[in-house]
């Protein structure tokens, strides 16, 4: 599963991945735009152009660990999905709906370079908040 957000190492939903093996970082296919939800967490949306590589992490786990402890915590604005890695493989990864995409508390945040990255520019701390 691809993970570009608090379930990144260090983050404050990591620990769901405690049992998960980490594979390692990887970028998505640029075929994404990327959006902050009340900087809060983040989402990936698919475009047709216009996209950009964003940057995560890919852990190997079994489907009761993504449906007892990841699915649960996800929040609404979120789905589900596959997502192209840059690499031309597949993973699993939780996407923006379509219907979140416009609210006022979403920001594209593309151009910034990652979640990390963009938390950082706002002075805002990776991890426990």
Do not use: C
Not at 38 to 56: K, M, N, Q, T
């Amino acid at each position: 599963m691809f993970v570009n957000g608090q379930g990144m190492r260090g983050g404050e939903f990591n620990d769901a991945f405690a049992e998960a093996r980490f594979v390692g970082e990887f970028d998505t296919a640029p075929r994404y735009r990327f959006f902050s939800v009340r900087d809060e967490f983040p989402g990936l949306h698919p475009v047709e152009s216009g996209g950009a590589a964003v940057p995560g992490e890919v852990y190997e786990l079994p489907y009761l660990m993504l449906a007892d402890r990841l699915l649960p915590r996800e929040p609404a604005e979120l789905e589900l999905g596959i997502i192209e890695l840059a690499d031309g493989s597949g993973s699993l990864a939780m996407r923006m709906r379509a219907e979140a995409l416009h609210r006022s508390d979403v920001e594209d945040i593309s151009a910034v370079g990652g979640w990390r990255a963009h938390l950082q520019a706002k002075g805002l701390p990776f991890g426990a908040r």
